[in-house]
């Protein structure tokens, strides 16, 4: 059973515009969500991370929005560039990290210039 | 500040062999995660290990284990390979606990 789902295996977006990566979890007692991105060859590199009591974390052109009781993320990119071209990760932990990180199988956004 | 490093990079075995991956984490670092990533299954987490000892532990089989050294430095090993174990391994690390972890760049192993 997953318990962190990334519905859209890809996304196409041109740059300059907005990227929205979506991802809906089933278990409850999640606390924790981060958003990794992988390039081809590497390792994820952790991007952005929110906690629950937040709905909103924001870092330069990336905004993480939770809700709760949709049991819903989504990753926003503003503006979207062309070495956003990756594969980006959902994530999900209970008890703050402490246990296990829960992964998505991952969305792979390209951005055309 | 080096980051988390895996040797080797790259691997072949053959069916019914083993293997040993190392894991170097950041310095500072006390906890080491391992999973496993292939083209279906997206990032599955195989074990944890903070301070020599496993503290977590994923739903794969007895083949697969692990050990962490007092200097955090850790080793996965999977005996009996088989044709399903080729996949990446990405080891990551973190300060304590899980919460935010930082990954090396994986061995892909092949199991031929």
């Known amino acids: 059973d997953q318990q962190v789902k990334q519905n859209s295996p890809s996304l196409s977006v041109q740059e300059g515009r907005i990227s929205i990566l979506n991802c809906d979890y089933t278990?409850?007692?999640?606390?924790?969500f981060l958003w990794y991105k992988k390039y081809p060859a590497e390792g994820p590199t952790f991007l952005i991370s929110i906690s629950s009591i937040k709905d909103k974390n924001e870092d330069g052109r990336f905004t993480v929005f939770l809700n709760k009781s949709a049991k819903h993320l989504s990753l926003h990119i503003v503006p979207s560039q062309p070495g956003d071209s990756a594969v980006y990760f959902c994530a999900a932990s209970v008890d703050s990290g402490n246990t296990p990180l829960v992964f998505g199988k991952g969305t792979r956004l390209s951005v055309i210039a | 500040k080096a980051g988390v490093t895996q040797t080797p990079r790259y691997l072949i075995k053959t069916r019914g062999q083993q293997v040993t991956l190392s894991c170097s984490p950041i310095s500072g670092h006390r906890s080491v995660s391992w999973y496993q990533q292939t083209p279906g299954q997206g990032l599955q987490f195989l074990f944890e290990?903070?301070?020599?000892?496993?503290?977590n532990k994923g739903n794969f089989p007895g083949r697969f284990s692990g050990r962490q050294f007092s200097n955090s430095r850790s080793e996965m090993n999977v005996s009996t390979l088989e044709l399903g174990d080729s996949a990446l391994y990405l080891c990551?690390?973190?300060?304590?606990?899980?919460?935010?972890?930082?990954f090396g760049p994986g061995t892909r192993l092949l199991v031929l």
């Open positions: 278990n409850s007692m999640f606390d924790y």
């Open positions: 290990y903070f301070s020599e000892t496993q503290r």
């Open positions: 990551a690390s973190s300060l304590a606990n899980q919460e935010t972890q930082y």
